[in-house]
């Protein structure tokens, strides 16, 4: 279970769309090994493509040093498919950098965006539901 | 002389859990060499077999990225704040 509060959702949403045609990418924050975000970093995709993203170096750094002043660990990362369902791609999986986070997937198929969370770990994909709170 | 060096979540098991650890170097190549002495378990992750770093891992001195300075050649004092991040990509 991951709880994940509204306003988040949205500016998720909100921060794949501004990107499009190229995949978005952001960071997502909370309190060590929980199980809620608090805060989501909307970051630069140095790919540039509308099938790959790559978190900006920059903003990671950041985002880590926002994230640390507030008592909280970057735990994990938040990215949009312009095309297809929100679930990770082989090639998610393949470059998943930490298999202790959260990997939140926004998907533009559908006139509504959808949001998805999982864990990636040792190749695996297990799916986390998402609890959207106020 | 002693710099500290903040680990990103991947890295800190192997230094029994800590967020930032301390090493001895004039450059960051130093750091690493004494870094990875320490915690032999990082090597494999933060560089390649040739020595150099390897390209999914990001090495910061304050807010520079070392690929834009001398690489594993840059130079570090007591007082720069180093993070050692991973890249993140996908599709």
């Not at chain 1, 970057?74 to 082989?90: D, L, R």
């Not at chain 2, 990082?42 to 090495?59: E, I, T």
Request: aromatic residues 6%; hydrophobic residues 40%.
């Amino acid at each position: 279970m991951l709880e994940v509060p509204q306003r988040l959702v949205t500016e998720m949403f909100a921060h794949a769309i501004a990107g499009l045609p190229d995949e978005a990418c952001g960071l997502v924050a909370g309190p060590v090994g929980g199980t809620r975000l608090d805060v989501f970093y909307p970051c630069g995709n140095t790919a540039a493509s509308s099938t790959l993203y790559n978190v900006d170096a920059g903003d990671h750094l950041r985002a880590d040093r926002d994230a640390d002043e507030r008592g909280m660990e970057i735990v994990g990362v938040v990215h949009s498919h312009t095309h297809t369902e929100a679930y990770p791609s082989a090639t998610d999986v393949e470059q998943a950098p930490d298999p202790s986070w959260h990997y939140l997937l926004v998907s533009l198929r559908e006139p509504t965006p959808s949001l998805r969370s999982y864990r990636i770990a040792e190749g695996q994909i297990t799916e986390t539901a998402v609890s959207v709170t106020d | 002389m002693a710099v500290e060096i903040r680990l990103p979540t991947i890295l800190r098991p192997h230094a029994g859990g800590e967020t930032t650890v301390a090493a001895e170097g004039a450059t960051v190549g130093e750091l690493f060499a004494d870094l990875t002495s320490q915690f032999p378990g990082m090597k494999g992750q933060l560089l390649n077999a040739d020595g150099s770093l390897h390209r999914f891992v990001n090495v910061y001195v304050n807010d520079e990225d070392i690929r834009y300075l001398e690489q594993l050649d840059t130079k570090v004092a007591g007082t720069d704040q180093i993070s050692i991040l991973p890249a993140v990509a996908g599709g």
